[in-house]
């Protein structure tokens, strides 16, 4: 098991802080993860506002009671809970959690990942011989459904009445799939893949010197070819990507994290 993550921070925020940040790690009961969370740029203080959200998610998760049976709302509404507790004692406007969650938990006993995705970003895996396959979560008026919205009844009552428009939409190859805003929440066998990650929805902000945006299927493309498993294989991965298209006069719009597990044991 090798867990890596990146972060670049978005030509707009750049002097500035980023938005997106992550944890990652292994708790002393054996469980892989990784916590992704990405700020919303209209709202104040929101780089700090995630960085409340990932530590609350993680010490939910590094807690010694903890298990697969709490992957679920619970943990989600225990990690919120938490993160607002720590924003009004920073004396923090709580317009600051407005921030997405993409997390990950690898449980070594039953060989299962289980992913919640509360906002918009993508999901991406490899099995064992196949093609890596790529998922993309997006809203209609670009309006995430934040955790913050699952514990506040009337936060969330307002944020549906101001967006009503907000279909959410999967979309998987050449497969699309819309709803009513949601979280999603899934469970996977890791017994025949590579690897397993997120990425927040700056991997999709990338433009040409002629403004055309460049698609996510491209940017993954890229990012995905892993030459190596071992050490910091997202970084490299990351800092090539970012590299490769500052030669070409290509920029990221918006700051992007992509974090990854991968099962692959040194030398298969």
């Known amino acids: 098991m090798?867990?890596?993550?990146?972060?670049?921070?978005?030509?707009?925020?750049?002097?500035?802080?980023?938005?997106?940040?992550?944890?990652?790690g292994t708790t002393r009961s054996g469980i892989s993860y990784?916590?992704?969370?990405?700020?919303c740029s209209s709202a104040p203080d929101t780089d700090v506002g995630a960085r409340i959200i990932a530590l609350a998610f993680e010490r939910v998760i590094n807690h010694d009671s903890f298990d697969e049976n709490k992957f679920n709302n619970s943990m989600i509404w225990d990690a919120m809970t938490l993160a607002k507790e720590n924003c009004l004692a920073m004396h923090l406007n709580i317009g600051c959690l407005e921030a997405t969650a993409l997390v990950?938990?690898?449980?070594?006993?039953?060989?299962?990942?289980?992913?919640?995705a509360c906002g918009d970003g993508f999901i991406f895996w490899k099995e064992k011989d196949k093609a890596p396959e790529l998922c993309e979560i997006s809203f209609a008026q670009n309006a995430p459904y934040y955790p913050i919205l699952f514990i506040?009844?009337?936060?969330?009552h307002c944020w549906r009445k101001l967006y009503d428009k907000?279909?959410?939409?999967?979309?998987?190859?050449?497969?699309?799939?819309?709803?009513?805003?949601t979280i999603i929440s899934c469970a996977l066998s890791a017994n025949n893949l590579e690897y397993f990650g997120m990425a927040t929805d700056g991997c999709g902000s990338f433009v040409t010197n002629a403004s055309e945006i460049i698609s996510p299927e491209i940017i993954f493309k890229e990012v995905l070819?892993?030459?190596?498993y071992t050490g910091s294989f997202v970084q490299r991965s990351g800092n090539f990507l970012i590299k490769n298209h500052q030669k070409q006069g290509t920029v990221?719009?918006?700051?992007?994290?992509?974090?990854?597990?991968?099962?692959?044991?040194?030398?298969e």
């Not at 506040?152 to 969330?156: C, S, T, V």
């Not at 070819?225 to 190596?228: L, M, Q, V």
């Open 252 to 267: 990221n719009n918006d700051d992007l994290t992509i974090a990854a597990m991968c099962f692959v044991k040194q030398g």
């Open 166 to 181: 907000n279909d959410m939409t999967i979309k998987q190859g050449s497969e699309i799939k819309t709803s009513h805003p």
């Open 152 to 156: 506040n009844a009337e936060q969330y």
């Open 34 to 39: 990784f916590i992704v969370c990405d700020g």
């Open 2 to 24: 090798n867990i890596d993550a990146y972060s670049m921070i978005g030509k707009p925020h750049r002097g500035a802080m980023c938005q997106d940040y992550y944890r990652k």
């Open 225 to 228: 070819d892993f030459p190596s």
């Open 104 to 116: 990950a938990a690898f449980f070594p006993e039953t060989q299962t990942i289980c992913h919640i």
